[in-house]
Antibody, heavy 121, light 111 residues
């Protein structure tokens, strides 16, 4: 069974940093692109970032570009999201999601259970 | 303001069919066949229902179908069931600096 388990969320002050992790199991992690998608409280889904299977290519939404970095360790079957210079508007549940191929192609399946990040003083 | 436009809500009675639209531009829905639809129940993670405009993942009921015409994608649910009541989001590949865009979501109410 394919499983994704996020961790690392919590309360952080504006301007602070946080690193989310997503541990994958049940599939060949190194063969698939991965994504981060977030959902602010009571709001819709917002794509945050994608990374190719090899980790050689990354893509980020304009809203997080320059502040967030996406990486992966295929030897540990783990995806990361390093979040710096956090703002109140970054408050959301962050989901990791497996893509449908080695290159991002917008077929996110499955999704993890989500990790809540709250940015507040 | 979301990049893709969806109706805020739709409703239907059990057994009926409903269609949810998702309107974009030539830079996203109209330009690529990488359109997906997700179902989200309250407090749960989203679930992929349709990808590549009209393909269904294994395990998704054939009551769910997708299509596209010009810049508008559509999700049709036939034979509505109570368990279909949820939020539905469309998403598309985009040629903009943001790789993927989502619609604002549609709340489906089964009357």
């Amino acid at each position: 069974e394919v499983q994704l388990l996020e961790s690392g969320g919590g309360l952080v002050q504006p301007g602070g940093s946080l690193r989310l992790s997503c541990a994958a199991s049940g599939f060949t992690f190194s063969s698939y692109a991965m994504n981060w998608v977030r959902q602010a409280p009571g709001k819709g889904l917002e794509w945050v970032s994608a990374i190719s299977a090899s980790g050689g290519s990354t893509y980020h939404a304009d809203s997080v570009k320059g502040r967030f970095t996406t990486s992966r360790d295929n030897s540990k079957n783990t995806l990361y999201l390093q979040m710096n210079s956090l703002r109140a508007e970054d408050t959301a549940v962050y989901y990791c999601a497996k893509d449908g191929s080695s290159w991002p192609n917008n077929a996110f399946d499955p999704w993890g259970q989500g990790s809540l990040v709250t940015v507040s003083s | 303001q979301s990049a893709l436009t969806q109706p805020a809500s739709v409703s239907g009675s059990p057994g009926q069919s409903i269609t949810i639209s998702c309107t974009g531009t030539s830079n996203d829905v109209g330009g690529y066949n990488y359109v997906s639809w997700y179902q989200q129940h309250p407090g749960k993670a989203p679930k992929l229902m349709i990808f590549d405009v009209s393909s269904r993942p294994s395990g998704v009921s054939n009551r769910f179908s997708g299509s596209k015409s010009d810049h508008t994608a559509s999700l049709t649910i036939s034979g509505l069931q109570a368990e279909d009541e949820a939020y539905y989001y469309c998403s598309s590949y985009t040629s903009s600096s943001t790789l993927v865009v989502f619609g604002g979501g549609t709340k489906l109410t089964v009357l």
